[in-house]
């Protein structure tokens, strides 16, 4: 359903800012070119009566993104992370989008709970509240259970929200499309591979039973962090639309009045936020996505409580160990590595000039150590490297979109606690002892045990597959070349199975 029809919901999403006066608020935070205003003015006013109504109560970019749709709402979740970006103003009226939507009855939310588990909501709960959160995706209410009389959140998927993200990225492949077509010089960018990544987070994120599997293994992971907490899953009272965890008591993340009231130090927290963050993402490979203020929490005994697990970022040894390197350089200032680890992981092509690489990532990163602690900002440092590798033919890398994105993220919630924070002295530590462990001479010996084990398993094997390479090479009749290289399979076999007998050996030995 990718086509021409959707030209229509483009035009309407212009004509919805339009219409509600969210285009000139956007524009107008963002500081945007007088030029650019009025074009935007020019060209959407008389498209202005397709654009959506929205709901005259909100604030005018509140109000267009919520007409709009869900895909577009989690657009504004992330802008309300960036008050550097577009102001401490718009920043707040778009924190509401994060769990203050309208929510819908429930009795619809028992309706599905039902549905989904089997189970009468009347007799599991002996109190189920009206919604307590509503987001752009889901409803949380607030449920006592009768058999134990332990107080439980229930996660309800909104009706026909499937049908309505698909609707969205729908649009949204369009669009990537077009741009691949009049646009050549952005194919680098592969919009079409980013738009599906999104949709696989999206479709992800619609599924309660990939979430609850995500938030027990998240808890698992960091069930040893201080100062850092995730709900437990009841996982008799969930089902695809319906999620059931434990509720836990706490200070919302974002509204800073309430933390100070509390008496909480809202410096640590920000330094603690960004540094689990990174030690989630650098030490597991596996971390929460989607961590803005309103799916974390601050617990009564001061601890950091995580929610909404429909977005988790993935990345394997190798790529954490390439993205650390590149911010430790940075962090070091050393430029020539950061340069050398763009070329070593395959990142810019091997025609390019590393020393010609590296001085363009000097003129990107010497700006940035030049400002006060108030100006750093990783966020301005990825764009500043986008455009130098735009320059040096670098392709978008679609593994690394939800780290930098959640990146980005996760520095907007810590600045809105402590606007003073210095991003790169509270990411060194944990940068430097991921280093230290993954790259140094204890990971060395590490690795090799991981290859001695994987090389073991095979041993059993190695004779049937001596055995199979014999017979071919019985039956083959080719050129000589060939048999060369068949003899040297043999040998190579040998090799192997003498290694990984005597790594079984090893490994036994270690683990008895």
């Given at each position: 359903?990718r086509?021409?029809?959707n030209?229509?919901?483009?035009v309407?999403?212009?004509?919805t800012?339009?219409?509600?006066g969210?285009?000139?608020?956007?524009?107008?935070?963002?500081?945007?070119?007088?030029?650019?205003r009025?074009?935007?003015r020019?060209?959407?006013?008389p498209?202005?009566?397709?654009g959506?109504?929205?709901?005259?109560?909100?604030?005018?970019?509140?109000r267009?993104?919520?007409?709009?749709?869900?895909a577009?709402?989690?657009?504004g979740?992330?802008?309300?992370t960036?008050?550097?970006?577009?102001?401490?103003e718009?920043?707040?009226?778009?924190?509401?989008?994060q769990d203050k939507?309208?929510?819908?009855?429930?009795?619809?939310?028992?309706?599905?709970?039902?549905?989904e588990?089997?189970?009468?909501?009347?007799?599991?709960?002996s109190?189920?509240?009206?919604?307590v959160a509503a987001?752009?995706?889901?409803?949380?209410h607030?449920?006592r259970?009768?058999?134990?009389?332990e107080?439980?959140?229930?996660?309800?998927l909104?009706?026909g929200?499937?049908?309505?993200?698909?609707r969205?990225?729908?649009?949204?492949?369009?669009?990537?499309?077009?741009?691949?077509?009049?646009?050549?010089?952005?194919?680098?960018?592969?919009?079409?591979?980013?738009?599906?990544?999104?949709?696989?987070?999206?479709?992800g994120?619609?599924?309660l039973?990939?979430?609850?599997?995500s938030?027990s293994?998240?808890?698992a992971?960091t069930?040893?962090d201080?100062g850092?907490?995730?709900?437990?899953?009841?996982?008799?009272?969930?089902?695809?639309?319906?999620m059931?965890?434990?509720?836990v008591?706490?200070s919302?993340?974002?509204?800073?009045?309430?933390?100070?009231?509390?008496?909480f130090?809202?410096?640590?927290?920000?330094?603690?936020?960004?540094?689990?963050?990174?030690?989630?993402a650098l030490?597991?490979?596996y971390?929460?996505?989607?961590?803005h203020?309103?799916?974390?929490?601050v617990?009564?005994?001061g601890?950091?409580v995580?929610?909404?697990?429909g977005?988790?970022?993935?990345?394997d040894?190798?790529?954490?160990?390439?993205?650390?390197?590149i911010?430790f350089?940075f962090?070091?200032?050393?430029?020539?590595?950061v340069?050398?680890?763009?070329?070593e992981a395959?990142?810019v092509?091997?025609?390019?000039?590393?020393?010609?690489?590296?001085?363009?990532?000097?003129?990107?990163?010497?700006?940035?150590?030049?400002?006060?602690?108030?100006?750093?900002?990783?966020?301005?440092l990825?764009?500043?490297?986008f455009?130098v590798t735009e320059?040096?033919?670098m392709?978008?890398r679609?593994?690394?979109?939800?780290?930098?994105?959640?990146?980005?993220?996760?520095?907007?919630?810590?600045?809105?606690?402590s606007?003073?924070?210095?991003?790169?002295?509270v990411?060194?530590?944990?940068v430097?002892?991921?280093?230290?462990?993954?790259?140094?001479?204890?990971?060395?010996?590490?690795?090799?045990?991981?290859?001695?084990r994987v090389?073991?398993r095979?041993g059993p094997?190695?004779?049937?597959?001596?055995?199979?390479?014999?017979i071919?090479q019985?039956?083959e009749?080719?050129?000589?070349?060939?048999?060369?290289?068949?003899?040297?399979?043999?040998?190579?076999?040998i090799?192997?199975?003498?290694?990984s007998n005597?790594?079984?050996?090893?490994?036994?030995?270690m683990?008895?």
């Amino acid at each position: 359903m990718r086509g021409p029809h959707n030209i229509i919901r483009l035009v309407r999403t212009g004509a919805t800012l339009e219409r509600t006066g969210a285009m000139r608020v956007i524009l107008n935070a963002m500081e945007a070119p007088r030029t650019l205003r009025v074009a935007a003015r020019v060209l959407g006013w008389p498209f202005q009566f397709l654009g959506l109504k929205g709901d005259p109560t909100m604030p005018p970019v509140t109000r267009a993104l919520t007409a709009l749709g869900p895909a577009y709402i989690k657009f504004g979740q992330i802008l309300s992370t960036r008050p550097d970006v577009v102001g401490d103003e718009l920043a707040q009226q778009l924190r509401v989008l994060q769990d203050k939507l309208p929510p819908f009855s429930t009795q619809a939310a028992k309706a599905s709970f039902e549905n989904e588990t089997g189970l009468n909501p009347d007799t599991i709960f002996s109190e189920f509240s009206e919604p307590v959160a509503a987001a752009s995706i889901a409803q949380v209410h607030k449920a006592r259970l009768a058999d134990t009389g332990e107080i439980v959140a229930v996660k309800v998927l909104r009706p026909g929200i499937e049908k309505a993200f698909r609707r969205d990225v729908d649009a949204f492949y369009f669009a990537a499309r077009v741009i691949e077509i009049l646009a050549p010089f952005a194919r680098r960018l592969r919009p079409m591979d980013v738009i599906e990544h999104f949709e696989g987070v999206v479709l992800g994120e619609l599924d309660l039973r990939l979430e609850s599997a995500s938030a027990s293994e998240f808890a698992a992971n960091t069930e040893k962090d201080e100062g850092f907490r995730v709900p437990h899953i009841k996982w008799a009272l969930s089902g695809r639309r319906v999620m059931t965890l434990d509720w836990v008591e706490g200070s919302p993340l974002g509204d800073n009045e309430v933390l100070d009231q509390m008496g909480f130090d809202r410096v640590a927290l920000g330094e603690r936020v960004l540094q689990l963050f990174l030690q989630h993402a650098l030490r597991d490979g596996y971390f929460h996505a989607d961590m803005h203020q309103g799916n974390l929490k601050v617990g009564d005994d001061g601890a950091i409580v995580a929610f909404d697990f429909g977005i988790m970022g993935h990345i394997d040894e190798y790529t954490r160990r390439v993205y650390a390197e590149i911010l430790f350089g940075f962090i070091r200032r050393d430029y020539q590595r950061v340069a050398e680890v763009h070329f070593e992981a395959g990142y810019v092509p091997a025609s390019q000039d590393v020393d010609e690489f590296a001085r363009a990532l000097r003129a990107v990163g010497e700006p940035i150590f030049g400002m006060d602690a108030t100006h750093i900002s990783m966020g301005r440092l990825l764009n500043h490297l986008f455009e130098v590798t735009e320059r040096f033919g670098m392709e978008t890398r679609t593994e690394l979109i939800l780290l930098q994105r959640t990146m980005v993220v996760v520095e907007g919630v810590a600045r809105s606690l402590s606007p003073q924070i210095n991003i790169w002295q509270v990411a060194r530590p944990v940068v430097e002892n991921y280093i230290r462990d993954s790259i140094g001479p204890k990971a060395v010996v590490n690795d090799l045990l991981n290859t001695l084990r994987v090389v073991g398993r095979f041993g059993p094997r190695l004779p049937s597959l001596v055995e199979r390479a014999l017979i071919r090479q019985s039956n083959e009749e080719d050129a000589p070349v060939k048999k060369i290289k068949w003899t040297f399979v043999y040998r190579l076999l040998i090799v192997l199975g003498l290694f990984s007998n005597a790594a079984a050996l090893i490994w036994v030995a270690m683990n008895v």
